[in-house]
């Protein structure tokens, strides 16, 4: 696949793929045809093995320590949300 098949393969942007490709998180692109091309296949590796590694959510600054995340959050609890203030009265 072009660099433009696989960022939409991927359902990301060209620019984002690259930074991925960049990381080591995805693979680097074979020459082939006179262009640089990705295989389907081993993309679908990579991804398996960024998703065999459990919850993600684990690691992650933003969720570590928290098993039930969403009882947190004011987006998935509305009474855990601050009170609207009122609006003035002209």
């Given at each position: 696949?072009?660099?433009?098949?696989?960022?939409?393969?991927?359902?990301?942007?060209?620019?984002?793929?690259?930074?991925?490709?960049?990381?080591?998180?995805?693979?680097?692109?074979?020459?082939?045809?006179?262009?640089?091309?990705?295989?389907?296949?081993?993309?679908?590796?990579?991804l398996?093995?960024?998703?065999?590694?459990?919850?993600w959510?684990?690691?992650?600054?933003?969720?570590?320590?928290?098993?039930?995340?969403?009882?947190?959050?004011?987006?998935?609890?509305?009474?855990?949300?601050?009170?609207?203030?009122?609006?003035?009265?002209?």
């Open positions: 696949m072009l660099r433009k098949t696989a960022a939409a393969y991927l359902d990301m942007s060209e620019a984002a793929f690259e930074r991925e490709v960049v990381s080591g998180r995805l693979p680097m692109p074979i020459f082939f045809g006179g262009k640089e091309r990705w295989s389907r296949e081993q993309i679908d590796v990579y398996s093995n960024l998703t065999d590694g459990g919850d959510r684990a690691t992650s600054k933003l969720y570590a320590g928290s098993n039930d995340w969403r009882s947190k959050s004011p987006v998935y609890n509305p009474e855990l949300a601050q009170p609207e203030r009122g609006r003035r009265k002209k």
